[in-house]
């Protein structure tokens, strides 16, 4: 079996390589394969799977990109990921993608969803929509109409039906996958020394370019060799990172946090890998049970509807006393509308709730660490001295 070293080296090789050079072997290695890309946030991948294609996660080109085409279709006051991923496609290379899913997340991501038609009318673009309304019978019918619409269109591109056992396997396969990817949190949890943050994200971000079956070999393997590993651990304190839920920070950063004395026991990066909680069915109707998984067995966050004011930030401090967590650290991209509005509220419920926590912003290409490495260094050391009082 491979060490952590090796794993982590391919991962991270896969991470760099802003060709998706591992997507276009799997496209050429048979005739007739297509590969659908999708942004942050949550698609049903299921679905992408069972017609028989590669889902490709496409979070934006960031700090390897130097954005030059880009810039000329947005403006500066917003996040930078679109314009990264807009730079994507104009250089070519996501000139072997099929089809373009852009999920719910804000305006930025709809308006880059007519954009893409625009500049690619030959690829699929489709702008994925998700229920507000979270009773069965209006947003639960809505939302099984919005799957099916989706399954219908990519049985048109791919020239095949999508069978419902098809989506049953996918579903499974799927479900291995979310159950891997709970142990291995669950391990960084427990013994975060064991599983560094910056390791977890590569391997993790793997799974966004590789055919699941072998996202799950990886995860596998990783598991057993960095539970079977010696570390060395260290007096870090234990924080929960959140607001990095789309566009996704430097490496660097998750790298500094825990040179500046933090252990990362839970984060929303990444979210679409863990977004549906437990299991999905897979007996009886496989779209009605994504929609249900979907509805009343999903993660919270600043980008999916909430229909219970109550619970807004709840989830939060279920997360810091679940993984005993001693603080939060809120990261959000600079010009990120749903977590730079959500966070007061969040940070009002954790105060209520006496959890320490700071807050900075960030872009995908920033380059300069030190600040944010002073700041969090300074976190975890009166997080220490409270501990200790």
Not at 47 to 57: D, E, K, T, Y
Not at 160 to 181: G, Q
Not at 362 to 371: F, K, L, R, V
Request: aromatic residues 8%; negative net charge; proline residues 5%.
């Amino acid at each position: 079996m491979a060490t952590t070293a090796e794993i982590v080296a391919r991962a991270e090789a896969l991470y760099q390589d802003l060709d998706f050079t591992a997507a276009r072997e799997w496209k050429s290695a048979a005739e007739g394969r297509k590969v659908v890309g999708y942004m942050p946030i949550y698609v049903p991948r299921e679905i992408i799977h069972a017609a028989g294609m590669l889902p490709l996660g496409v979070l934006g080109g960031g700090d390897q990109l130097e954005v030059i085409h880009g810039d000329a279709y947005y403006q500066s006051y917003i996040c930078r990921i679109p314009r990264s991923t807009i730079e994507l496609g104009v250089s070519g290379k996501l000139d072997f993608v099929d089809g373009m899913l852009f999920p719910s997340i804000c305006d930025v991501i709809r308006n880059l969803s007519g954009m893409w038609k625009l500049m690619f009318p030959e690829v699929l673009a489709k702008y994925f929509d998700v229920p507000q309304n979270y009773i069965d019978e209006i947003g639960g019918n809505y939302y099984v109409n919005e799957l099916q619409e989706l399954r219908e269109e990519l049985e048109k591109l791919g020239g095949a039906k999508i069978t419902d056992d098809a989506l049953r396997a996918s579903i499974a396969v799927y479900n291995d996958n979310r159950k891997l990817i709970r142990e291995l949190y669950g391990l960084r949890a427990e013994t975060p020394w064991k599983a560094p943050s910056a390791e977890v994200y590569l391997v993790m971000r793997a799974g966004l370019v590789l055919p699941v079956e072998a996202h799950n070999e990886m995860l596998t393997d990783y598991i057993g060799v960095a539970r079977a590993e010696d570390r060395p651990m260290r007096d870090n304190c234990r924080i929960v990172l959140t607001g990095v839920f789309c566009e996704q920070p430097p490496l660097n950063l998750i790298k500094s946090l825990e040179l500046a004395g933090c252990y990362v026991v839970d984060d929303d990066l990444l979210l679409i890998t863990r977004w549906l909680i437990g299991d999905v069915p897979t007996d009886g109707d496989p779209i009605q049970n994504l929609a249900d998984a979907f509805l009343h067995h999903s993660e919270s966050t600043a980008a999916k509807y909430e229909p219970s004011q109550e619970e807004k930030g709840k989830f939060l401090v279920r997360q810091v006393r679940d993984t005993n967590a001693e603080g939060v650290i809120f990261a959000s991209p600079s010009f990120c509308d749903p977590a730079l509005l959500d966070r007061p509220m969040l940070q009002n419920v954790l105060s209520d709730a006496k959890v320490p926590y700071i807050a900075f912003k960030y872009a995908e290409n920033s380059g300069q660490m030190q600040p944010i490495r002073e700041q969090a260094g300074t976190f975890a050391d009166s997080i220490k001295l409270w501990s200790g009082a």
